[in-house]
């Protein structure tokens, strides 16, 4: 079966230090995109950042980046410079087999404080 | 930046009655979900629908479920006869293409439906 595994639920980091998110994952599929959505306080679901599976180079939005091991099946997210406006839940969500079905994790809560 | 709209914001409504939720997502995009996620827990997969018919559900999505494009811009889903257990934060979603291939969906604000 496939899943996603967001093994810490809480975390909690201080205002433009840097926070690492861990997320990993089970496929036999070789070529799949990974995403990490963010979920603040309103809880809309607001796409962060992909990972396309057939490309090494990690991907990076702005403050965002991923760490991404294939072979490990480990992707985690990396936020620097963490703002107030981080503070959400962060989903890590792979797509099953088939078309419609992305797995979420459970979500990490992280708390950037002042 | 291109939206998913998702209306009402919130809904409550009695146990047993019928609820539609609405949503528009973005115009060129080809297929179209909703998932839940009840207060406190995952994000849970309900339902996909490409041309005009769904093309995956989960377990979740029974018969007292049921989706619907009805004219070309809508996308809603309808509950027949909702259950307290019903009472979830509701993401409707559209992608330009399967997720395999995807860039990844856009996710509406979301309906809050409470059933009392």
């Known amino acids: 079966a496939q899943t996603v595994t967001q093994s810490q639920p809480e975390m909690s980091v201080q205002e433009a230090e840097t926070v690492t998110l861990s997320c990993t994952y089970d496929?036999?599929?070789?070529?799949?995109?990974l995403f990490w959505y963010k979920q603040p306080p309103s809880r809309q679901m607001i796409l962060v950042i992909r990972?396309?599976?057939?490309?090494?180079q990690n991907a990076t939005e702005n403050r965002f980046s991923v760490n991404f091991q294939k072979a490990a099946k480990s992707f985690s997210l990396k936020i620097s410079d963490s703002q107030l406006g981080d503070t959400a839940m962060y989903f890590c969500?792979?797509?099953?087999?088939?078309?419609?079905?992305?797995?979420f994790g459970k979500g990490t809560k992280l708390s950037v404080k002042p | 930046e291109p939206e998913v709209t998702q209306t009402p914001s919130h809904q409550v409504t009695q146990m047993g009655q019928e609820v539609i939720l609405r949503c528009v997502p973005i115009?060129?995009?080809?297929?179209f979900y909703w998932y839940r996620q009840i207060l406190g827990q995952k994000v849970e997969f309900l339902v996909s629908?490409?041309?005009?018919?769904?093309?995956?559900k989960s377990e979740i999505f029974d018969d007292q479920f049921s989706v619907e494009r009805p004219d070309g811009s809508n996308f809603t889903l309808k509950i027949r006869s909702t259950k307290l257990e019903d009472s979830a934060m509701y993401f409707c979603?559209?992608?330009?293409?399967?997720?395999?291939?995807?860039?990844?969906?856009?996710f509406g604000s979301g309906t809050r439906l409470t059933v009392v």
């Open positions: 979603a559209s992608s330009e293409a399967g997720t395999e291939f995807s860039y990844g969906y856009t």
């Open positions: 496929t036999s599929e070789n070529n799949y995109y």
């Open positions: 990972q396309e599976a057939y490309k090494q």
């Open positions: 969500a792979f797509p099953s087999r088939g078309q419609g079905n992305l797995i």
């Open positions: 115009s060129n995009h080809l297929y």
């Open positions: 629908f490409y041309n005009n018919e769904i093309s995956e």
